[in-house]
């Protein structure tokens, strides 16, 4: 079985920059066809899909954020990783990583793609 583990920091102060980790078990970020996604979800709002990346290591990424977020993977270490600079206050959420057997769509760039497989989440609060 597939399984998502996020991991971060919890607290950032404005103007730094968010490193996030999603470790995966049960299944390689490599295995053909399969998307992995970084999706958050502000306190009384709905989920916001940040962008994602591909099997082959192809990224994609929501206009809104293009400009300061960057999504990697290491393949050796069968992580996928999100960094985002320049933390602003409404950037708290809880941050989610997902992952599906198939290409992004305009679905999922509305918030509203259906995954395979969710981590738990993990809280980042930006704050000084």
């Known amino acids: 079985q597939v399984q998502l583990q996020e991991s971060g920091p919890g607290l950032v102060k404005p103007s730094q920059t968010l490193s996030l980790t999603c470790t995966v078990s049960?299944?390689?970020?490599?295995?053909?066809?399969?998307?992995w996604s970084w999706i958050r979800q502000p306190p009384g709002k709905g989920r916001e899909w940040m962008g994602a990346?591909?099997?082959?290591?192809?990224?994609y990424y929501s206009e809104s954020l293009k400009s300061r977020a960057s999504i990697s993977g290491d393949n050796a270490k069968n992580t996928v990783y999100l960094q985002m600079n320049n933390l602003k206050p409404e950037d708290t959420a809880v941050y989610y990583c997902?992952?599906?057997?198939?290409?992004?769509?305009?679905?999922?760039?509305?918030?509203?793609?259906?995954?395979?497989?969710w981590g738990q989440g993990s809280q980042v609060t930006v704050s000084s």
């Open positions: 049960g299944g390689s970020i490599t295995t053909s066809h399969f998307y």
């Open positions: 990346i591909a099997y082959d290591g192809e990224t």
């Open positions: 997902a992952a599906r057997w198939g290409p992004i769509t305009d679905w999922d760039r509305q918030g509203q793609g259906w995954y395979d497989y």
